[in-house]
Structure formats: structure tokens, C-alpha cells
């Protein structure tokens, strides 16, 4: 077995994409640190990666929402991995379902907390690693969604956020590439199909959901490009969707 290179850090690893992804990451032979609020749900998972193999799966509960807890956090995960190949930021809550109307600016400001400064605290605590510790070529990879590009009806907190992360990605790309670290963006236009929102919506064929481990082979396959062919932005649908 040939061990990879330097850890994926998965920020929001104990639901959902994140989780997919720690179990695509690790079935790859990555080293995974896997950061979420709930330790148990994180022990869970590292209890289930280490049916798969014995490469290093560290856990970390943390409120990615504190820059001070976020960094020590990251410092801690150096110490652990010695290398650090790549940072997904998966860590999202949605906060829509106002009309501005009837936002107040506690509302606005927990979304932009939630949405935003989740994934900007861990980009800037991966940064502030030695760089004897990012192993290059390196990836940042944040998620975002239809609401990146556009605000919809009872959909403006969660916008403002979502699409605040999207111009972040974009300095960030125009940074960080010639430094050999591979800044992506992922917008995600549908209805992922993990059991929660199926749970929300029973109405709907299993068609009308976006696979998750489908979504996660693809921001891997991101990860491991090539750097002169690198993607910056991509979108994932499921085809029965209208756009």
C-alpha cells in the first residue's frame, strides 16, 4: 500500500459530503484529519475508516467559527501529520428561508459567520503552517452553491455568505497558484442525496439528487490534477435538473 503524500484536512467531516469525501480520501490512502463541531460523530467515523486501513485518521472538535480554537486546531494537525496535502471546506448551515424583509442583522451576521468565516478561519490557519508542512502542490477546495451566484427569493443571508466565499476563492486562486497551491471552487446546483434532505423531501425520485460519492470522487479527482491543468471553478448537477 502506498501511503499518499501529506493530509487532507476536511473541514464539516462528520455529515454528508464531508464524510463521503473522508472515506474517498482515506480508500485513496490519504491521511485525513476530520474537523467537525461533535466529537462523537467524528469518533464514529474514525472508528468506520479504521475498518478500511491503519494510515493516520485524526479527529478534531472544534468551532471553525473561533480563528483562535481554528488555528490551534491546525497547529495540532501538523504536529499529528507532519504534511498537509489539501483543505476542503465542507462546513456549511443553511440559513435561508427570510425575506429580507425580516432578516435582522443577527441573522445576516450568523450566516456570514456559519458560511463564511468557517472556511476563511481554516483557510488562514492552513496558511499560517510552516512550509516545511504544506506539501506542495497543495489544494484548497471550498463548497459552495447555487447561491454563490445568485440571490434567490428567502435565500439573502445564505447568499451574501455563500457568494463572499466564492470572491474569497477567486483572490485566493490569483494568490496562491503561482505558489503552487491549487485554490478550487465547487458550486453545487441541486439537492444532494444524503439521508436528511431525502428525509425533506420524499416527494422527489432518487434521480432528482446528486450522488454523494459521485460528488466526492469529483473534488478528489480536483485535488490530484495536474498543476497545468488545473480547474478553478465547476459545477455538479444531477441531469434531471433544470438550470
Known amino acids: 500500500m502506498n501511503i499518499q503524500d501529506g493530509a487532507i484536512i476536511i473541514a464539516g467531516a462528520s455529515r454528508g459530503l464531508g464524510r463521503e469525501l473522508a472515506y474517498k480520501a482515506y480508500e485513496s490512502n490519504y491521511p485525513v484529519a476530520l474537523l467537525a463541531r461533535n466529537k462523537a460523530e467524528l469518533a464514529d467515523l474514525r472508528g468506520e475508516l479504521n475498518k478500511i486501513n491503519n494510515i493516520t485518521v485524526s479527529i478534531h472538535a472544534v468551532d471553525l467559527a473561533n480563528p483562535r480554537k481554528t488555528q490551534e486546531t491546525f497547529n495540532d494537525i501538523a504536529k499529528i501529520h507532519k504534511k498537509v496535502r489539501g483543505l476542503v471546506n465542507c462546513a456549511a448551515t443553511w440559513t435561508g428561508g427570510k425575506e429580507v424583509r425580516d432578516i435582522s ?136 435538473e433544470s438550470w
Open 105 to 240: 442583522a443577527d441573522d445576516m451576521n450568523q450566516s456570514i459567520m456559519l458560511n463564511f468565516f468557517t472556511a476563511f478561519n481554516s483557510i488562514k490557519a492552513m496558511l499560517n503552517l510552516s512550509t516545511e508542512v504544506i506539501q506542495k502542490p497543495a489544494a484548497i477546495i471550498n463548497v459552495g452553491a447555487t447561491a454563490s451566484l445568485r440571490g434567490s427569493k428567502k435565500c439573502a443571508a445564505f447568499a451574501v455568505a455563500k457568494g463572499a466565499l466564492r470572491q474569497l476563492s477567486q483572490s485566493l486562486a490569483r494568490e496562491l497558484w503561482p505558489e503552487n497551491i491549487h485554490v478550487a471552487h465547487l458550486i453545487v446546483d441541486g439537492l444532494i442525496g444524503n439521508e436528511r434532505t431525502k428525509k425533506l423531501n420524499p416527494h422527489l425520485m432518487d434521480d432528482k439528487f446528486i450522488d454523494m460519492k459521485s460528488l466526492a470522487n469529483g473534488v478528489l479527482h480536483i485535488i490530484q490534477q495536474e498543476r497545468s491543468c488545473w480547474t478553478f471553478e465547476w459545477d455538479a448537477r444531477p441531469f434531471s
